[in-house]
């Protein structure tokens, strides 16, 4: 049997005040982890345990870069987050270990359809089609741990054409850095290069074709994109046709 191979460039993110760049393994997200964001999607107000999605590691968008709006949609909101960055291997990690597998911090977006995430929870299927799709993971460069430090706390902002949509802090997580490479280190085994998602405060909202969006957290470098136009469908002709 003759193998095909098809190859791609590496996703990769720039390490800030460095030459080099962080090859990207696998973008983990963490669901529900700011009290106030499960309020506003009318969730109740209970601290569970941690649950985690994926996104595809080709899904990431540079700053600076574009992110066009994306097919199968009529609301497409951001969620501004915390991204940490794992550099040394693990699993079952404790929880006062982990930040010794943490490289880094970046500053994220967890780009959503939410038309298509609320379709798929009302009728209890998978997230995929609302959260994990192309360009649907803006993240900003890389602060090395060891100029950041272990981040408990710090300002989570996000503004759209300059008007502050969310602002909140880290320190509000229901389940800290810390605790959440230890809860995802039991399902997976944590690998350099893996990126975690932390979760976002209340405050999201849609953006349109020509909006900039700028995200800043704990004094990371920012990140700026700008939402391009695509071509769009309906989400009724996305409904029946997964029917």
């Not at 393994?25 to 009318?42: A, D, L």
């Not at 960055?85 to 010794?100: C, H, L, M, T, W």
């Not at 993971?137 to 300002?155: F, N, Q, S, Y």
Request: aromatic share 6%; hydrophobic share 40%; net charge negative.
């Amino acid at each position: 049997m003759t193998k095909v191979h098809f190859q791609s460039a590496p996703t990769t993110i720039p390490i800030h005040g460095a030459d080099e760049a962080i090859a990207v393994r696998r973008i983990y997200c963490v669901g529900r982890n700011y009290v106030s964001h499960i309020q506003e999607m009318k969730e109740g107000d209970e601290k569970e345990l941690p649950f985690f999605f994926q996104k595809p590691t080709d899904s990431v968008v540079l700053t600076g870069g574009t992110l066009p709006y994306p097919p199968a949609t009529e609301d497409f909101q951001f969620e501004v987050e915390l991204a940490v960055v794992i550099g040394a291997e693990g699993r079952n990690i404790p929880s006062d270990k982990a930040f010794e597998h943490v490289f880094g911090y970046a500053v994220a977006l967890d780009m959503t359809r939410r038309d298509l995430q609320f379709v798929a929870r009302d009728m209890r299927r998978p997230w995929e089609m609302g959260k994990s799709f192309d360009h649907s993971a803006p993240i900003g460069p890389v602060l090395p741990r060891a100029v950041a430090g272990d981040l408990a706390e710090g300002t989570i902002r996000i503004s759209v054409n300059g008007e502050v949509k969310q602002d909140s802090d880290i320190g509000l997580m229901i389940w800290g850095v810390a605790d959440t490479i230890a809860h995802l280190s039991t399902q997976y085994r944590l690998m350099p290069g893996d990126v975690i998602l932390t979760g976002t405060p209340a405050g999201v909202g849609p953006v349109l074709p020509g909006d900039e969006l700028v995200a800043s957290c704990a004094g990371l470098p920012k990140l700026t994109v700008t939402v391009t136009g695509a071509e769009t469908s309906s989400m009724k002709e996305t409904i029946h046709a997964a029917d």
